[in-house]
């Protein structure tokens, strides 16, 4: 296979476009669609102030709801979600060795947020800062090219990098980049291959070590 290019963003924020192959995307495809029916099914967030987030996410390992984590899907059905599978940590540690080229065996991540988007759906700039750990957070996404920009740690405006993530891309960001705001400003819908299993939207899977026990 010929190397992925690498782009460095931002320090330690690194995109590597066409990082999965076909049949990787569409393991991914699979396994979303099962954990989406449950234990806790995939949802529209309701966020503390009674807004609702327009993308759907489900949770594996723990669940994720504003602005913390819990063994239970309180804000759901009260369920525990689904285990992380080792699959998805060899994964992990896979693309934090292609993003950073050096090992990254001590690299354990325990949830998994999946975000599915329709053509209208969005997501605003924000942290990722509920996780009690620095260790880098890895994206991957699947179906539809969107916007992926990505700031700065300071404010939500700019400077930001705006990058297309197409299917198949990976994204991380960890170091100094860790606490970078970054957001989906839009989708571009019929961009994904439907080869890949998701025959419309985008699927965002990112990884992320919670530091808690
Ligand atoms: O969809 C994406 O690419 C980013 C998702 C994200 O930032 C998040 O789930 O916290
Ligand atoms: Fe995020």
């Known amino acids: 296979m010929i190397p992925s290019q690498i782009w460095e963003i931002a320090p330690g924020a690194v995109h590597v476009p066409g990082w999965l192959t076909l049949d990787e995307q569409r393991h991914l495809v699979q396994a979303c669609r099962e954990w989406a029916r449950g234990p ?18 489900v949770c594996v390992g ?22 992380f599978p080792d699959w998805l940590g060899d994964l992990g540690r896979r693309a934090l060795e292609s993003a950073y080229d050096h090992p990254a065996d001590s690299y354990e991540p325990d949830t998994a947020l999946i975000n599915f988007y329709d053509g209208q759906a969005r997501m605003g700039m924000h942290q990722d800062k509920d996780e009690k750990s620095d ?13 992926f920009r990505f700031g700065n740690t300071q404010t939500r ?12 891309d990976l994204f991380v960001f960890g170091g100094p980049s860790r606490l970078a705001y970054h957001g989906v400003p839009k989708v571009y819908p019929g961009t994904g291959d439907p080869a890949t299993g998701l025959t419309s939207g985008r699927l965002n899977l990112t990884m992320r070590v919670t530091g808690l026990r």
């Not at 723990?62 to 285990?83: E, I, M």
């Not at 405006?157 to 198949?168: F, M, R, W």
């Open 157 to 168: 405006g700019k400077p930001y990098t705006d990058v297309e993530l197409a299917s198949g």
């Open 62 to 83: 723990w669940h994720w709801q504003p602005y913390r984590y819990t063994r239970l899907a309180h804000d759901v059905n009260g369920r525990k979600v689904a285990d």
């Open 40 to 57: 806790v099914p995939i949802r529209h967030t309701v966020l503390p102030g009674g807004g609702v987030m327009s993308v759907q996410t």
């Open 135 to 147: 260790a880098p957070v890895v994206s991957l996404s699947v179906g539809d090219t969107c916007v």
